[in-house]
T-cell receptor, first 112, second 116 residues
Framework: GESVGLHLPTLSVQEGDNSIINCAYSNSASDYFIWYKQESGKGPQFIIDIRSNMDKRQGQRVTVLLNKTVKHLSLQIAATQPGDSAVYFCAESNQAGTALIFGKGTTLSVSS | GAVVSQHPSRVICKSGTSVKIECRSLDFQATTMFWYRQFPKKSLMLMATSNEGSKATYEQGVEKDKFLINHASLTLSTLTVTSAHPEDSSFYIC????????????FGAGTRLSVL
């Protein structure tokens, strides 16, 4: 289950700051993880993914870190912009199937 | 990324009527499609998984006679909410997976269902 104190339901940052969104996943057998961004009234949008044989992966302005020892996943957004304001969900799955299990979500608010 | 189209985006209906929601993968063949339900300020809850040409697999607690899923082709899945009631009001989201590229699911824009 969730690690108490690790997951923040909301995160407020200033434009230009770096943001770090955390997620604790539940299944030690999970080997695939995805971060999604969901804007109000829309479906989730794929941001970045990582497999369990990696501990870090970088995209454009985003980095995902995976710590399998403590079952922790984080999303780092560099130079956060107002357009990054949304709810961010982590999701996990295992190799046996393709169904995703979603985390609780963190609402990121970026002020200019 | 891949494009998944969901229609309609919003529907308001009277209690007792049935509502059909369509999910199409526009630029790829989706071996698997998924249907989720999302309550306000909550996470996505998987309702069912459907593979083309076979019966959907429903999650525990989801009534298969209430939420009919048809996946007749590799690009189209439909969810029919039968005899809808106010408690069925929710945001329904579909997703589609290519299958070969890991487990990335591409999501539709969602359907807001309001049952009066």
């Amino acid at each position: 289950g969730e690690s108490v104190g690790l997951h923040l339901p909301t995160l407020s940052v200033q434009e230009g700051d770096n943001s770090i969104i955390n997620c604790a996943y539940s299944n030690s057998a999970s080997d695939y993880f995805i971060w999604y961004k969901q804007e109000s009234g829309k479906g989730p949008q794929f941001i970045i993914d990582i497999r369990s044989n990696m501990d870090k992966r970088q995209g454009q302005r985003v980095t995902v870190l995976l710590n399998k020892t403590v079952k922790h996943l984080s999303l780092q957004i560099a130079a956060t912009q107002p357009g990054d304001s949304a709810v961010y969900f982590c999701a996990e799955s295992n190799q046996a199937g393709t169904a995703l299990i979603f985390g609780k979500g963190t609402t990121l608010s970026v002020s200019s | 990324g891949a494009v998944v189209s969901q229609h309609p985006s919003r529907v308001i209906c009277k209690s007792g009527t049935s509502v059909k929601i369509e999910c199409r993968s526009l630029d790829f063949q989706a071996t698997t499609m998924f249907w989720y339900r999302q309550f306000p300020k909550k996470s996505l809850m998987l309702m069912a998984t459907s593979n083309e040409g076979s019966k959907a697999t429903y999650e525990q607690g989801v009534e298969k006679d209430k939420f009919l899923i048809n996946h007749a082709s590799l690009t189209l899945s439909t969810l029919t909410v039968t005899s809808a009631h106010p408690e069925d009001s929710s945001f329904y989201i579909c997703s589609a997976s290519r299958g070969y590229r890991g487990n990335i699911q591409y999501f539709g824009a969602g359907t807001r269902l309001s049952v009066l």
